[in-house]
């Protein structure tokens, strides 16, 4: 399910399937998309950022048209405690690829991977320098 900002409407909750991961998705050039996306955060429940939210930049192909600075999107991961995703979606490979590894997450968040859970996950993928 895609929504383009948070809160989702309540009218169909009751509809609504059980939400393993939020992958928040930055455009690079735009700041608005950054704004939206730091207002959303509000509205996640705090127990989703123990390995259930990521961060999906785009648009990394065009440094040079940036609007939004990486180190922004980098310090919200590590507000979050939550990875950062780099990616150029105009890149088939590198779409392919950025697709295989979110539904990998996925399926971690899930609980479908037996013994990983989303928690050792996340941990995982932090940088070992910021132990």
């Known amino acids: 399910h895609i929504a383009t900002s948070l809160p989702l409407p309540s009218e169909r909750d009751h509809l609504r399937p059980r939400i393993d991961l939020i992958v928040f998705m930055i455009d690079i050039k735009s700041k608005y998309s950054l704004k ?7 509205y996640v429940d705090a127990s989703f950022f123990l390995g ?7 648009g990394v192909g065009r440094l040079n048209s940036c609007s939004v600075e990486t180190n ?3 310090k919200l ?12 979606l105009e890149l088939e490979g590198i779409r ?4 295989q590894r979110l539904l990998r997450i996925l399926q971690i968040c899930a609980g479908h991977i037996p ?4 928690l050792s996950f996340v941990s995982l993928m932090r940088n ?3 132990d």
Do not use: H, M, R, W
């Not at 991961?77 to 150029?88: K, R, T």
């Open 36 to 42: 939206n996306v730091e207002a959303s955060l509000a």
């Open 52 to 58: 259930k939210v990521c961060f999906l930049v785009t």
């Open 72 to 74: 922004a999107i980098c």
């Open 115 to 118: 013994g990983v859970s989303a």
């Open 96 to 99: 392919v690829a950025t697709a």
């Open 77 to 88: 991961g590590e507000a979050y405690c939550s990875p950062v995703i780099f990616c150029e």
């Open 128 to 130: 070992s320098d910021d």
